[in-house]
């Protein structure tokens, strides 16, 4: 996969989003769901910390290659009252705005997003978290490093 983007600008886009994350962590308060909107913006946050961490020893081919095992590891959570999973809906929201950064062909973003599991459903022998797990280098069923 080639990215676009060299990993300065990877870095420093990833940086602005985790800006305007704790920008949304500070006005949580005043939203209709300020528990829920700050779990989303935390969330999303530690997405682009991790994304960060990943792109300071990795080129941005594999940073991208592991964000999309990232994506497909979440549970489909598509649906559900705005107030429920919003870790994971802020997680998802994240690396979908880095899909995004990197302009990532939508196809690519579609085939991924068809692989993620049903929400309360464990992916089939673990299949998402080895993705990452080999994406990341790590051992097989392994999380992958932060």
Do not use: C
């Not at 979908?96 to 997003?113: K, S, V």
């Amino acid at each position: 996969m080639k990215s676009l983007m060299t990993t300065e600008q990877l870095l420093q886009g990833l940086k602005h989003y985790r800006r305007i994350a704790r920008q949304d962590l500070l006005r949580a308060p005043e939203t209709p769901h300020p528990d829920a909107f700050r779990v989303h913006a935390e969330a999303r946050r530690g997405v682009y910390g991790e994304l960060e961490a990943h792109a300071a020893v990795n080129a941005p081919e594999d940073v991208i290659l592991y964000a999309l095992g990232l994506y497909k590891a979440l549970p489909f959570v598509t649906g559900t009252p705005e107030g429920e999973h919003a870790e994971t809906k802020g997680r998802e929201n994240g690396l979908e705005n880095f899909f995004l950064m990197i302009a990532l062909d939508p196809r690519t973003r579609r085939e991924a997003r068809s692989l993620r599991p049903k929400l309360g459903s464990q992916p089939e022998n673990g299949a998402a978290l080895q993705t990452v797990a080999a994406l990341d280098g790590t051992a097989k069923g392994t999380p992958p490093k932060a």
